[in-house]
């Protein structure tokens, strides 16, 4: 089975920081693209970041210069490094893969998320 | 940065024609993918590259683009469609990810 469980989230206080887990198993990790997705409480989905194979990085404008993705293959294993964390952070992240479809790249697995709560 | 535009709420009754849609600059040149999410669950995909369903889709689902606006169309909803739908596309760079602010479908 296709699976992402995402660990690492709690509370934290403002400025503080905190390092999110995705564990993938189902499929050859090292094939795909992985990304970061957050949703704030009753609200939208928000992308935070990506990791293509071979290590490229992009960030939303949001956290460039405070979240650091990073993936480790041999470990089957996406990172969210979180620093200078701000009330506005609070959300749950998601951690979410990519696939070709016929001329594009989508999300078509997500994990369930793991909650993260920044207290002021 | 770049923006896809959604309606918050869509309300029909059921057995009637819902649509959803998506406005941003880029999508003549980008495809449009709709994610289907109900409440306390993960986003699930319902349409890719503006108009193809998943395997396991419902037909009701079906999707379509033409200029600057993406449209999520479901033909005969039913009241298990309620849900949040959002649009996702890229920048044209297609480094940067965007999804719409989501639109609320109620079906009753």
């Known amino acids: 089975e296709v699976r992402l469980v995402e660990s690492g989230g709690g509370l934290v206080q403002s400025g503080g920081s905190l390092r999110l887990s995705c564990a993938a198993s189902?499929?050859?990790?090292?094939?795909?693209?992985m990304n970061w997705v957050r949703q704030t409480p009753g609200k939208g989905l928000e992308w935070v970041s990506y990791?293509?194979?071979?290590?490229?990085?992009y960030y939303a404008d949001s956290v460039k210069g405070r979240f650091t993705i990073s993936r480790d293959d041999a470990k089957n294993s996406l990172y969210l490094q979180m620093n200078s964390l701000r009330a506005e952070d609070t959300a749950m992240y998601y951690c979410?893969?990519?696939?070709?479809?016929?001329?594009?790249?989508?999300?078509?697995?997500w994990g369930q998320g793991t909650m993260v709560t920044v207290s002021s | 940065s770049y923006e896809l535009t959604q309606p918050p709420s869509v309300s029909v009754s059921p057995g009637q024609t819902a649509r959803i849609t998506c406005s941003g600059d880029?999508?003549?040149?980008?495809?449009a993918f709709w994610y289907q999410q109900k409440s306390g669950q993960a986003p699930v995909l319902v349409i890719y590259?503006?108009?193809k369903r998943p395997s396991g889709i419902p037909e009701r689902f079906s999707g379509s683009s033409s200029g600057t606006m993406a449209t999520l169309t479901i033909s005969g909803a039913q009241v298990e469609d309620e849900a949040d739908y959002y649009c996702?596309?890229?920048?044209?760079?297609?480094?940067?990810?965007?999804f719409g602010g989501g639109t609320k479908l109620t079906v009753l």
């Open positions: 979410a893969r990519e696939r070709y479809y016929d001329s594009d790249y989508g999300f078509d697995i």
């Open positions: 189902g499929f050859t990790f090292d094939n795909y693209r």
């Open positions: 990791i293509t194979t071979s290590g490229a990085i």
């Open positions: 880029g999508l003549p040149k980008k495809y």
């Open positions: 590259e503006d108009n």
């Open positions: 996702y596309s890229t920048d044209t760079s297609g480094n940067h990810r965007v």
